[in-house]
């Protein structure tokens, strides 16, 4: 039997197989471990997939077509039914993951030379906050997806234990660790005992001692950012001539988040934001609105939005370019800007690293280390709410993209190999 580890991510994806005894990371762009989790439907040609960077530049470049991101943000609800229209066919979103999944293994399967029959699929601690039914159904649909394109044996293992299981590897003595996998579309936390001796051990359930998650991922802040710097500019804060209602929020809500961006784009949504523009107190800027969803434009400022928050990790101002909506057309963001937009987000992870903590039994003194991975790991502001709890930890790092699809190949050979 020949087995995978796949980690499905809501920005970024990778699959890695045992290759004579050794687990590897699959090559999935050039030599590059790692793909974007994006598709894009070209409408000429007959609505054909490209997946990762080159769904990325075709959407960029303008082609015409459909482009779709960070669905995995979305596997616990009720938009996982919704469809997609590519000319006159419909596509369920489930399908799309499908294929998104299908392209990795495939991919994986020619590395290998072989079919891969096995997988341990990669999950957040929470899929969904509050909702046991939610994550229930995620991670169904995700098991359902993996039958579909013809893995046989599945099997889940949260993302911060595969990270803990590839980081202990690189240790020489028994540690207690905190695991912070902050992600795209989650941020999970796992306390474990890690260790040479411990990783021989066929059963692992007595070392993890705490597992917790939040719904808050990179894509959040790349919303919260969109919603105080740019959203303004289209309209969000304005008022209706009638009655000085303010404008609906919702639409900017879902024009800002990625996994909902596409849905902006049917035509009931262009026509409710036409007759807002006529009874717009400030016309000028809802019809920025109506122009972006007319022309398709929101993943281009999705996009603009999560370059200036990476700015922003480096720099304290820097300005979201929007020119291709109107010439000319910036919004300034700074740090104290992202700081604010995102602040409740923050409190929301510290919170859920003290009940990591609390549910395993160990104070922050107790720690060894503290290892961070994710790519929203990598921003400073992030960084800096996680280790104020655990001050005396050592901080470790990891391949921030990579970590978790490595732990899940080392599981793979093990439970399957």
């Not at 793909?35 to 054909?48: C, E, K, N, R």
């Not at 000319?87 to 495939?106: I, P, S």
Request: aromatic share 6%; proline share 4%.
């Amino acid at each position: 039997m020949h087995a995978a580890g796949l980690d499905f991510g809501t920005s970024n994806s990778a699959i890695g197989i045992v290759e004579r005894g050794e687990p590897l990371l699959v090559p999935l762009e050039g030599e590059r471990p790692l793909i974007p989790s994006a598709l894009f439907f070209d409408a000429q040609a007959d609505h054909a997939a490209l997946y990762g960077t080159a769904a990325i530049d075709a959407y960029t470049r303008g082609e015409d077509g459909r482009f779709m991101r960070a669905l995995k943000s979305i596997l616990g609800t009720s938009l996982m039914r919704e469809y997609t229209m590519l000319g006159n066919r419909r596509l369920v979103l489930m399908d799309v993951v499908a294929m998104f999944v299908r392209h990795l293994k495939l991919k994986a399967e020619e590395r290998l030379g072989a079919p891969i029959d096995a997988v341990v699929h990669g999950r957040p601690v929470r899929f969904a906050d509050g909702d046991d039914g939610a994550n229930k159904l995620a991670e169904e649909r995700l098991a359902a997806v993996a039958r579909r394109v013809g893995f046989q044996e599945i099997s889940f293992t949260y993302e911060p234990v595969a990270a803990a299981y590839h980081y202990e590897r690189e240790i020489n003595d028994e540690e207690i660790v905190l695991i912070a996998d902050l992600g795209g579309g989650t941020a999970d936390f796992s306390v474990l005992r890690i260790g040479p001796r411990r990783r021989r051990r066929a059963d692992r359930t007595e070392d993890i001692l705490g597992n917790t998650g939040v719904r808050v991922g990179g894509t959040d802040f790349d919303r919260d950012l969109s919603l105080a710097a740019v959203m303004p500019l289209l309209g969000l804060g304005t008022l209706l001539k009638t009655k000085s209602l303010p404008m609906p929020r919702q639409v900017y809500a879902d024009l800002a988040w990625w996994p909902t961006i596409h849905f902006c784009y049917q035509p009931r949504s262009v026509r409710e934001a036409r007759e807002l523009l006529r009874d717009a107190a400030e016309p000028g800027k809802v019809g920025r609105l109506v122009e972006t969803l007319t022309r398709h434009l929101g993943h281009r400022i999705a996009f603009a939005a999560e370059r200036a928050k990476i700015a922003l990790s480096m720099e304290p101002e820097t300005q979201i370019d929007l020119s291709p909506l109107e010439a000319g057309l910036h919004a300034a963001a700074s740090e104290g800007l992202l700081h604010g937009a995102i602040d409740r987000d923050l409190r929301r992870l510290q919170s859920c690293v003290q009940e990591c903590l609390r549910q395993a039994g160990v104070e922050s003194s107790s720690l060894s280390s503290l290892f961070l991975t994710g790519g929203t790991s990598r921003l400073p502001v992030v960084r800096a709410a996680i280790q104020a709890l655990c001050p005396g930890a050592r901080v470790a790092r990891g391949d921030d993209f990579l970590s978790v699809a490595a732990g899940l190949t080392i599981e793979a050979k093990n439970r399957y190999a």
